[in-house]
């Protein structure tokens, strides 16, 4: 039998053509997984680094500056951010001509203690320009504003309609003054043990109907700056300076109640702020405004801070 050499060859040519094609049509299935893989490779990647990154973020935020320039769009999980008081009161004074009521001296010694105590509750008698400075001021805290005068109620709140404020009346006008002052001390719902607010009608100087979350807070800080004081039939602030004592006096909480009387210079304001919030309470004031520091009353003392026996 002769070998034929031309068959071998042509044979062995085949063979090595189809190796060819198997290796080329394997590689082209691996190049296809490949593809598949290679985009969910990346994904899986960048969603790590995505991760790692935001980590590496909060974790700056946690231990590092809260100003830094780098996470500006982020919050810090330390300090607050803006209120939406505090950004409307910067846009209100900035843009506003109208100036707060009382003088830059004043407002100092309020601000002093609300930067101390705020957040906190902090009842304000009067509704006015300076409104969203005082809300900005204790930011995170309850501020909540008393106005009997309908009108000026309506125009504050469209003004700045995030405003708490209540509308309210009083039962007392300011030519009744001296009669009130007179008089209480015969009134026992006047004075403790049965002195209170809420439904004490008897006690002309308590204010009786005011809303219930005001009966239902313990009060940081009282400002009183209303109700109107400067003609003979307007109500005047002898409810409310008795009010706020009743308040500060009642506390039962831990601490002293802040209270601010504007309007020193007149002499109700005066008079019956010697009477309920007490000479010896003052710690300052400068202008026309007194600010006292009272501390709840014990068992055998009047709303004065007068022992009884």
């Known amino acids: ?61 946690l231990i590092g500056p809260g100003n830094s320039p780098f996470t500006c769009t982020l919050p810090s999980f330390h300090t607050r951010p803006p209120s939406d008081e505090l950004q409307y009161a910067l846009l209100h004074y900035a843009t506003s001509s109208i100036v707060p009521q009382q003088s830059r001296s004043e407002i100092l010694i309020s601000y002093d203690v609300l930067r101390r105590r705020s957040p906190c509750k902090f009842l304000v008698f009067g509704l006015g320009n300076d409104s969203p400075m005082w809300s900005a001021f204790n930011a995170g805290g309850t501020t ?46 006047c004075l403790p043990p049965l002195a209170r607010l809420s439904g004490n009608r008897r ?47 009642s506390r039962r909480g831990d601490g002293f109640t802040d209270v601010f009387l504007h309007d020193v210079d007149r002499k109700v304001e005066r008079t019956f702020a010697m009477e309920f919030l007490c000479w010896k309470y003052l710690v300052g004031g400068t202008g026309r405004l007194w600010h006292f520091r009272i501390p709840p009353a014990r068992n055998n003392e009047t709303i004065s801070g007068k022992g009884t026996h």
């Not at 060819?20 to 790590?48: D, F, N, Y």
């Not at 708490?164 to 015969?186: C, F, G, I, M």
Request: with cysteine; hydrophobic share 45%.
């Open 203 to 249: 006690c002309r100087l308590a204010l009786a109907d005011l809303p219930a979350e005001i009966y239902a807070k313990e009060w940081d800080l009282i400002m009183i700056d209303a109700p109107k004081g400067y003609f003979a039939n307007a109500p005047g602030r002898m409810g409310a300076i008795y009010s706020a004592a009743v308040m500060a006096r």
């Open 144 to 189: 909540v504003f008393l106005e009997e005068d309908p009108k000026w109620f309506q125009s504050v709140l469209h003004n700045s309609p995030f405003l708490h404020a209540h509308q309210v009346t009083y039962p007392t006008k300011l030519s009744e003054a001296d009669n009130l002052l007179r008089s209480y001390r015969s009134q026992p719902e």
């Open 1 to 61: 039998m002769t070998w034929d050499t031309s068959r071998h060859e042509k044979f062995t040519q085949q063979l090595s053509e189809r190796a060819g094609s198997e290796r080329q049509e394997a590689a082209e299935k691996l190049s296809a997984v490949s593809l598949l893989k290679l985009p969910l490779t990346r994904w899986i990647a960048a969603a790590t680094a995505s991760f790692v990154f935001l980590g590496l973020i909060l974790l700056f935020n």
